[in-house]
Structure formats: C-alpha cells, structure tokens
C-alpha cells in the first residue's frame, strides 16, 4: 500500500474512532478493542519520519477520544492504557478541547 494512503487510513480511522467514542454513556468493549488494535497497528506500521510529522495533531485526536473513553472506562483501563503510547504529547483538557485553528503555514 503506498505510504499516502496509509497515511489517510490511519487519520480516517482515528477521526472515526474519536466519533465513535465521543460523549458515550456506555462502551462496548469488544468494539473498542477492535478498533484499539488496528490503531495500534497501523500506527506502528508507519515509518517514524511520517509519525513525528502527525504525531500534534494525532495527540489531539486520539487525546479527546482518550478522554471520552476516561470517563466512562477509568484511566486504569487496559484498552485507555493500550492507547497512551500513541499520544506523545499533552492530551487536551477533555473531549470537547478542540483546536481552534487546524490549518495554518508553517514558519
């Protein structure tokens, strides 16, 4: 598969995942787990040049539905903790912690 896509693959999904989780009052866990695991993979299988060039907004991302997840799982949970390793950065301050301004030229 060719690296763009990859790319777009794993964004698609995490966008997804953040979706899926985002102010539920209840998790199914074998669900979760599915799509835990494909993150995970996917994330690993991109080479690391591309991870730190995606890795802010990926944090943010993946941060909120972390926190979504929080508040229904606990931070102890395994599927929360299986998803830390992915956030590199802070995490937002909640689910709702959206970024203002996602587009901007670099410096």
């Known amino acids: 598969m060719h690296i763009y896509r990859k790319i ?3 964004a698609a ?8 989780v985002y102010h539920k009052e209840a998790l199914d866990a074998r669900a979760l787990s599915t799509w835990v695991n494909n993150l995970v993979t996917a ?7 591309i ?8 944090d943010q991302t993946l941060g909120r539905a972390m926190r979504s997840m929080i508040s229904v799982l606990g931070e102890d949970n ?15 301050k909640s689910a709702d912690d ?3 301004r996602k587009w ?4």
Do not use: C, N, W
Not at 14 to 20: K, M, R, S, T
């Open 51 to 58: 991870r730190v060039e995606i890795q802010p907004g990926l």
């Open 98 to 100: 959206f970024q203002t």
């Open 13 to 20: 999904s995490a966008g997804a995942f953040e979706g899926y």
């Open 78 to 92: 395994g599927l929360v903790r299986k998803l830390q390793p992915l956030v590199a950065g802070p995490m937002p």
């Open 104 to 107: 901007h030229e670099e410096p």
């Open 43 to 49: 994330y690993d299988r991109l080479p690391s040049d």
């Open 8 to 10: 777009y693959e794993f």
